[in-house]
């Protein structure tokens, strides 16, 4: 004779298991939308300053080739606004040059931009000698 017994099976998953599933993905899910959004924010970040440095080095290298005559401490040259391509929309940039010896000229590019509301500069400067260049 058999005995008969009563084996409760379990099957699937319980409502609660459910609902802290769901619950433990959807914060996970959050938090690498975070990330994903941080990450884009430092790429875009970076790619800024990529041109900014770019654009005053261009610059500098066109004021190397005007030659060390043509750089006046009373009228710097205005900063070329083609450079300024594909950074923000507020962005400028400006030019200053100094003579701290005579024979040198020391001129320093200044690009300026907002990044995420937070203001951003970036200068490069160069020495343009009578007889040659030398960088700082």
Do not use: C, W
């Not at 802290?20 to 996970?28: Q, T």
């Not at 690498?32 to 500098?60: C, F, K, M, P, W």
């Amino acid at each position: 004779m058999k005995q008969a017994t009563n084996i409760a099976r379990e099957d699937g998953f319980t409502l609660v298991e459910l609902l802290l599933a769901i619950l433990v993905l959807g914060i996970a899910i959050v938090g690498l939308a975070g990330l994903y959004y941080l990450t884009q924010q430092v790429q875009n970040e970076s790619a800024h300053y990529d041109l900014a440095v770019r654009a005053a080095r261009t610059e500098i290298e066109e004021l190397r080739n005007s030659g060390y005559n043509s750089l006046s401490s009373s009228s710097p040259p205005t900063f070329p606004s083609s450079l300024l391509v594909g950074l923000p929309s507020n962005s400028s940039g400006s030019v200053s040059v100094s003579q701290p010896l005579p024979g040198l000229k020391e001129v320093n590019v200044t690009i300026t931009y907002s990044d995420y509301g937070q203001p951003q500069n970036v200068t490069l400067s160069s020495d343009i000698g009578i007889i040659g260049i030398s960088q700082s």
